[in-house]
């Protein structure tokens, strides 16, 4: 039984274990060190516990730099597509990698790392021109992309300062699509190989993913370092990879109209708690089950949702906003959907707590931890405060 207020993310620790011993595996076979994606992942009550296995972490901002030094431990690295001269103060002061996005980054900024009175190593981000056919919003690769310098924008440049290079190109992928990746990147880049003393080969890895070719990326990877022997470390930085299969949102039904079909209206919202489900867009995996107690996955007397019309009760479930298109998606169910019931939405751990928003003054799901043993734990609820204190 789950007797917990909803709408709720619980996070499984025995799940993140399983993730955690994929990449442990991953680390030993290869000789590589994996950082978390803090955007994918930034819930730190459980870092330590992910810090027994993973390096440190990856930074998009001074904030989640400053979230990585504080509550992570390990390495610190950063990346944006730019910073501003006082972002890049702070991030000397924080990070142990900094990786820019241009030359002229480079160029205006490599001082302040190099005169923090720490040790910061420089990188710069490289663009390989080589997509694996994901979608445009998650490919930098894509035509104009933003991302990455071009091979061809070297030309008159050096890598005076620049100690090793970054190359995020993949998301959700296999190994194949990154043998391929890497392939393209040593055409490209090649010759530049031999002078730096790390890569890092970014996220998208989707090597906690069942079926996923662990082999084939181990093989890749050792054969790399093979080739490279004067690059001291690859780095990973996954971070749907470590959270993968390891929480659930919680909802309840609040209320069921009808118009055409039944729609739930749940106290969950897509726009303002699982906002990639409408980005990416995607349809996540949902499930009924009065004895849930918090597993990340579905028991064996779950009511899985199935595509419409496979099973007797078709619904749509929908969150309480304003706005139209809050919409979830449709699922058939043994059972209808009555207000009371609760639906748990399957893999809500990554990308979710990070992206919520307060939209409709919505209420923020509560952070629940179940631990190994079973015991949930809640641990944070949010209120009023919380909305109240992002605007003024
Ligand atoms: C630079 C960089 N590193 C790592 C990641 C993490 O990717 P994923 O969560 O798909 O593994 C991203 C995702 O956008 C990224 O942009």
Redesign the pocket.
Known sequence: MFPHPTPAFVVDEAALDRNLAILAEVKRRTGCRILL?L??FSMFSVFPRMRRVLDGC?ASSVHEARLGRETFGGEVHA?AAAFSEADMREIAALADHVTLNSFAQLRLFQHIAAESGRTVACGLRINPEHSEGTAEIYDPCAPRSRLGVRRAAFAGETLHGVTGLHA?TL??QDAAPFARTLAAIEQRFGDLLPRLAWINF????HITRPGYDLDLLCATLAAFRARHPNIETVYL?????CALNAGTLAATVLDVVENGLPIAILDASCACHMPDVMEMPYRPRVFRDAAWSGQAEPGPAADRGCDPGVKAHTVRLAGATCLAGDIIGDWSFDTPLRPGDRVIFEDMA?YTMVKTNTFNGIRLPAILLRGPDGALRTVRAFGYQDFKSRLS
């Not at 970014?202 to 890895?205: E, I, K, S, Y």
């Not at 930085?237 to 990879?241: K, Y």
């Open positions: 994606a955007k994918a990856c990346f995020h998301c959700e970014g996220g998208g890895h930085e996954p971070g749907e990879a990554h």
